[in-house]
C-alpha cells in the first residue's frame, strides 16, 4: 500500500507488520505522554525532586543522551571538515540519531522547568554570567543544525523528491553541509562543555568542583571529549541493533571500523585524561577542600568505590584497548562489548556528575541522600526512547537513510515487482546481483 | 535579547554571549536563505543536471 513511497532496490516488511510494530512502541510512548501532561497539568510535585535533588533523573537522561547524541557533530566533523569519504555509509544515520537525541533533550528540558510557556525566558532574559544559558544556546541552535542536516534526507524521500523544488532544495543543502556542519562543531563544542562546567564550577560540592583553565574548569574539557569519544560508539551500537533487528548489512564495514578505531583512540586519551584528573582532584582538590576521597565513596548503600572503578576501568580502559586493536574491531562480539561499555561508561559518568554530587553529604549536620525518581520521572524518561525507535522506524522504512543498503542486500526483483517497490536506480542496475540463499 | 531590550548591558558578557548566539543564528540563516533561493531559480530554470 505504501510501496511507492519506499526507496528503489531495498526491501521492506509489510506495512501491517510495521503498523503493528509502530502501535507496540507507540503504547509506551503514550504512556509517557500521560505523565507528561500529568507533569505539565499538576506540576513538578508529580517528582520524587525534594530539596537535595532539584537535578534529578531528567537532568541525567539529558546530560546522557546529549553526550551519545555527540555521535552526530563527531561523525559530521569527520565526513565534512576531515574527508573521509568512507563515513558516507553511516553520516545520515549519524544525523539521524543526533537529531533524536537533541530533539529528547530538549523535550526533557521541556518538562524539566516545569512552566513550559515560559521556555523562552532564557533567550530573552539571559543570564549572561551562566554556563546553563550558554548550554540552552547552544543546544537550541545545534538542534537547528541537525534539523537542517536531516531535512535533506526527507527530502529525498522518493515522491518528495519529484518535486523540482524540493529536489534542488536538497542538493543545495548538500552541497553547502560542511558550513552547517562546522557551525555544529562550534555549537556542541561549547555546550558539551558548558554541561561539564556547570559541575565544574560548584565550588560547594567537592564531590564535582575542579581546578581549571580561567572560567573553565577540567570537567568543560572533559564532557567535550567523553561525548566525540563515546558517541561515535552509540552511533555504532544503534547501527548493529538496527541490523540486527532488520537482519540486514546496512552499513559497509570499513565504515564501522574506521569510525570505531577513532573512537577507540578518543577513548584512551579521554580516559588517561580522566585518570589524572582524577587522582589530582583526589589527592589535592578535595583535600584542600577538607575532604577524602573515601568521604565520597563510603557508608552509603549505592555509590561505593566500585563506581569509579567501573567507569574507569570497565567502560573505559576496557572499551579503548578493544576498539584500537585491528583484530579486537574485526571481532564482532568484541565490538559489541566495546561500544557497549563505552555508552554505558559515559551515562555512568553523567550519573556521578549529577546524581552522586547531590548525594554527597557536604554539611556536618547532612547525611546521604539517595532518590529514586516516581513513576512519571520514569515513564517521562523512556518516553524519548520510545520517540526514537519510531523515528528510527519510520526513517528506515521510507528515507534512503543507508545508501549502500541496496549494494550491500541485492534482491532480485520479478518482473511484476519491478514497477512496485523494488525498482533498481538506473546506475546501480549493473551492481545487482542475484540474492544468497 | 536585542540591545535595545531595557535588559541590555554594553559589557563583554552580553557581547560575547549574545553575540555567538546571532552569529550562529545568522550563518544558519544565511545559509538556508541561500539554498532556497538557489532552489526555487533552478526549479524555475528547469536545471537538472545534478544526481546525489
Given at each position: 500500500?505504501?510501496?511507492?513511497?519506499?526507496p528503489?532496490?531495498?526491501?521492506?516488511?509489510?506495512?501491517?507488520?510495521?503498523?503493528?510494530?509502530i502501535?507496540?512502541?507507540?503504547?509506551?510512548?503514550?504512556?509517557?505522554?500521560?505523565?507528561?501532561?500529568?507533569?505539565?497539568?499538576?506540576?513538578l510535585?508529580?517528582?520524587?525532586?525534594?530539596d537535595?535533588?532539584?537535578?534529578?533523573i531528567w537532568i541525567w537522561?539529558?546530560?546522557a543522551?546529549?553526550?551519545?547524541?555527540?555521535?552526530?557533530?563527531?561523525?559530521?566533523?569527520?565526513?565534512?571538515?576531515?574527508g573521509?569519504?568512507e563515513?558516507?555509509?553511516?553520516?545520515?544515520?549519524?544525523?539521524?540519531?543526533?537529531?533524536?537525541?537533541?530533539?529528547?533533550?530538549?523535550?526533557?528540558?521541556?518538562?524539566d522547568?516545569?512552566?513550559?510557556?515560559?521556555?523562552?525566558?532564557?533567550?530573552?532574559?539571559?543570564?549572561?554570567?551562566?554556563?546553563?544559558?550558554?548550554?540552552?544556546?547552544?543546544?537550541?541552535?545545534?538542534?537547528?543544525?541537525?534539523?537542517?542536516?536531516?531535512?535533506?534526507?526527507i527530502?529525498?524521500?522518493?515522491q518528495?523528491?519529484?518535486?523540482?523544488?524540493?529536489?534542488?532544495?536538497?542538493?543545495?543543502?548538500?552541497?553547502?553541509?560542511?558550513?552547517?556542519?562546522a557551525?555544529?562543531?562550534f555549537?556542541?563544542?561549547?555546550?558539551?562543555?558548558?554541561?561539564?562546567?556547570?559541575a565544574?564550577?560548584?565550588?560547594g560540592?567537592?564531590?564535582?568542583?575542579?581546578?581549571?583553565?580561567?572560567?573553565?574548569?577540567?570537567?568543560?574539557?572533559?564532557?567535550?571529549?567523553s561525548?566525540?569519544?563515546?558517541?561515535?560508539?552509540f552511533?555504532?551500537?544503534?547501527?548493529?541493533?538496527?541490523?540486527?533487528?532488520?537482519?540486514k548489512?546496512?552499513?559497509?564495514?570499513?565504515?564501522?571500523?574506521?569510525?570505531?578505531?577513532?573512537?577507540?583512540w578518543?577513548?584512551?586519551?579521554?580516559?588517561?585524561?580522566?585518570?589524572?584528573?582524577?587522582?589530582?582532584?583526589?589527592?589535592?582538590?578535595?583535600?584542600?577542600?577538607g575532604?577524602?576521597?573515601m568521604?565520597?565513596?563510603?557508608?552509603?548503600?549505592?555509590y561505593?568505590?566500585?563506581?569509579?572503578?567501573?567507569?574507569?576501568?570497565?567502560?573505559?580502559?576496557?572499551p579503548?584497548?578493544?576498539?584500537?586493536?585491528?583484530?579486537?574491531?574485526?571481532?564482532?562480539?568484541?565490538?559489541?562489548?566495546?561500544?557497549?561499555l563505552?555508552?554505558v561508561?559515559?551515562?555512568?559518568?553523567?550519573?556521578?556528575?549529577?546524581?552522586?554530587?547531590m548525594?554527597?553529604?557536604v554539611?556536618?549536620?547532612?547525611?546521604?541522600?539517595?532518590?529514586?525518581?516516581?513513576?512519571?520521572e520514569?515513564?517521562?524518561?523512556i518516553l524519548?526512547?520510545?520517540?526514537?525507535?519510531?523515528?528510527?522506524?519510520?526513517?528506515?522504512?521510507?528515507?534512503p537513510?543507508?545508501?549502500d543498503?541496496?549494494?550491500?542486500?541485492?534482491?532480485?526483483?520479478?518482473?511484476?515487482?519491478?514497477?512496485?517497490?523494488?525498482?533498481?536506480?538506473?546506475?546501480l542496475?549493473?551492481?545487482?546481483?542475484?540474492?544468497?540463499? | 535579547?536585542?540591545p535595545?531590550?531595557?535588559?541590555?548591558?554594553?559589557?563583554?558578557?552580553?557581547?560575547?554571549?549574545?553575540?555567538?548566539?546571532?552569529?550562529?543564528?545568522?550563518i544558519?540563516?544565511?545559509?538556508?536563505?541561500?539554498?532556497?533561493?538557489?532552489?526555487?531559480?533552478?526549479a524555475?530554470?528547469?536545471?537538472?543536471?545534478?544526481?546525489?
Amino acid at each position: 500500500m505504501d510501496s511507492a513511497l519506499i526507496p528503489r532496490g531495498v526491501k521492506r516488511c509489510s506495512l501491517w507488520q510495521f503498523l503493528l510494530f509502530i502501535s507496540v512502541v507507540g503504547a509506551v510512548l503514550l504512556w509517557g505522554v500521560y505523565a507528561m501532561l500529568l507533569c505539565w497539568i499538576k506540576g513538578l510535585n508529580q517528582t520524587n525532586m525534594n530539596d537535595y535533588y532539584g537535578f534529578a533523573i531528567w537532568i541525567w537522561a539529558d546530560l546522557a543522551v546529549i553526550a551519545v547524541g555527540g555521535g552526530a557533530f563527531f561523525t559530521g566533523l569527520l565526513r565534512y571538515i576531515f574527508g573521509k569519504d568512507e563515513l558516507k555509509s553511516i553520516i545520515n544515520y549519524a544525523v539521524l540519531i543526533g537529531f533524536i537525541c537533541y530533539s529528547s533533550a530538549l523535550l526533557i528540558l521541556a518538562y524539566d522547568i516545569g512552566q513550559p510557556l515560559r521556555g523562552w525566558f532564557i533567550f530573552w532574559h539571559a543570564n549572561v554570567h551562566s554556563m546553563l544559558t550558554e548550554v540552552a544556546f547552544c543546544l537550541s541552535c545545534y538542534f537547528g543544525v541537525l534539523t537542517i542536516e536531516f531535512i535533506p534526507l526527507i527530502l529525498e524521500n522518493r515522491q518528495i523528491d519529484r518535486v523540482p523544488f524540493f529536489h534542488h532544495l536538497s542538493h543545495n543543502m548538500h552541497e553547502i553541509m560542511a558550513v552547517f556542519a562546522a557551525t555544529g562543531v562550534f555549537l556542541s563544542f561549547f555546550h558539551q562543555g558548558s554541561l561539564g562546567g556547570v559541575a565544574g564550577v560548584l565550588f560547594g560540592r567537592p564531590f564535582a568542583f575542579r581546578e581549571g583553565i580561567l572560567i573553565w574548569p577540567w570537567t568543560f574539557f572533559l564532557f567535550t571529549w567523553s561525548a566525540a569519544a563515546c558517541g561515535p560508539c552509540f552511533t555504532i551500537l544503534i547501527t548493529k541493533i538496527t541490523e540486527t533487528v532488520t537482519r540486514k548489512k546496512l552499513v559497509k564495514d570499513s565504515a564501522i571500523e574506521l569510525l570505531a578505531k577513532i573512537s577507540g583512540w578518543m577513548i584512551l586519551t579521554y580516559i588517561i585524561a580522566k585518570t589524572i584528573d582524577t587522582w589530582y582532584w583526589a589527592t589535592v582538590t578535595a583535600p584542600s577542600l577538607g575532604q577524602t576521597l573515601m568521604d565520597f565513596y563510603s557508608n552509603n548503600p549505592l555509590y561505593g568505590i566500585w563506581i569509579l572503578f567501573a567507569e574507569i576501568v570497565i567502560c573505559g580502559f576496557v572499551p579503548a584497548a578493544i576498539l584500537i586493536t585491528k583484530k579486537g574491531r574485526k571481532n564482532s562480539v568484541a565490538l559489541w562489548i566495546a561500544v557497549i561499555l563505552a555508552v554505558v561508561g559515559v551515562c555512568i559518568n553523567r550519573w556521578v556528575m549529577v546524581l552522586q554530587v547531590m548525594a554527597v553529604p557536604v554539611m556536618s549536620f547532612d547525611y546521604w541522600a539517595m532518590y529514586f525518581p516516581s513513576w512519571q520521572e520514569i515513564a517521562t524518561t523512556i518516553l524519548p526512547v520510545a520517540y526514537g525507535i519510531i523515528l528510527v522506524g519510520l526513517a528506515h522504512r521510507y528515507l534512503p537513510v543507508f545508501p549502500d543498503e541496496s549494494e550491500l542486500n541485492p534482491i532480485e526483483t520479478l518482473p511484476a515487482e519491478e514497477e512496485e517497490t523494488v525498482e533498481p536506480p538506473v546506475d546501480l542496475e549493473q551492481e545487482l546481483k542475484p540474492a544468497g540463499a | 535579547m536585542f540591545p535595545f531590550s531595557f535588559e541590555w548591558i554594553w559589557d563583554m558578557d552580553h557581547v560575547v554571549f549574545m553575540g555567538g548566539l546571532w552569529y550562529a543564528l545568522t550563518i544558519l540563516g544565511i545559509g538556508m536563505t541561500y539554498c532556497i533561493i538557489k532552489a526555487a531559480i533552478d526549479a524555475c530554470r528547469g536545471n537538472d543536471e545534478h544526481h546525489h
